[in-house]
């Protein structure tokens, strides 16, 4: 098995839509380790504010076929393809690590991790001491270090169930 880390983000029925999501991860793949959710503001757009998150999840997919399943939830909760990259969403499921890989024509380790607060603080959270594949450094370092750190990300006090 194989730690996954998956990044989840909302601004449609935002509440809704990240619970739904958490429910079919856990249906998928059982145990999952959760960071606190955060409200934030859109990026690259006007638009109502998202909720994100991070996922951890242990799998014996690949990360072809683990990237797949979460289209699957994806489009199950009204996500369609082909939207602007910055637009609303139902759900966005990425996936940022599949354990210590760094394979750049997959995109892992995901770049959106040491770009932006609302991926690179939640898996701080959750994660904080394991290593970053590619930088090196733990999740908590280069939180640290962000530059970007200071946003008006909300962490919202969450009761999953």
Same mark, same amino acid.
Not at 29 to 51: H, I, K, M, N
């Given at each position: ?14 509440e809704?839509?990240?619970r739904a999501?958490?429910?079919? *991860?856990?249906?998928?793949? $059982?145990?999952?380790?959760?960071? @606190?959710?955060?409200?934030? #503001? %859109?990026?690259?757009? =006007?638009?109502d504010?998202? *909720?994100?998150?991070?996922? $951890?999840?242990?799998?014996?997919? @690949?990360?072809?076929?683990? #990237? %797949?399943r979460?289209? =699957? ?8 393809? $082909?939207?602007?990259?910055?637009? @609303? ?8 690590t599949?354990g ?44 640290r ?12 006090d969450?009761?999953?169930?």
């Amino acid at each position: 098995m194989t730690r996954a880390w998956i990044s989840a983000g909302t601004n449609v029925d935002p509440e809704a839509n990240l619970r739904a999501a958490i429910a079919s *991860l856990r249906r998928e793949f $059982g145990e999952l380790l959760l960071s @606190p959710v955060y409200q934030t #503001r %859109a990026v690259g757009f =006007e638009g109502d504010d998202f *909720l994100n998150m991070v996922v $951890g999840i242990d799998t014996g997919l @690949p990360p072809h076929r683990l #990237r %797949a399943r979460l289209r =699957e939830i994806e489009t199950r909760q009204g996500r369609v393809r $082909g939207e602007e990259k910055f637009a @609303p969403r139902s759900i966005d499921l990425d996936l940022l690590t599949w354990g210590d890989l760094v394979d750049e024509a997959a995109g892992i380790p995901r770049d959106e991790i040491l770009r932006y607060a609302f991926v690179l603080k939640p898996l701080a959270d959750v994660a904080g001491a394991e290593k970053h594949p590619g930088a090196g450094h733990s999740y908590q370092q280069l939180w640290r270090r962000f530059q970007g750190r200071q946003t008006d990300m909300v962490p919202l006090d969450w009761e999953w169930w």
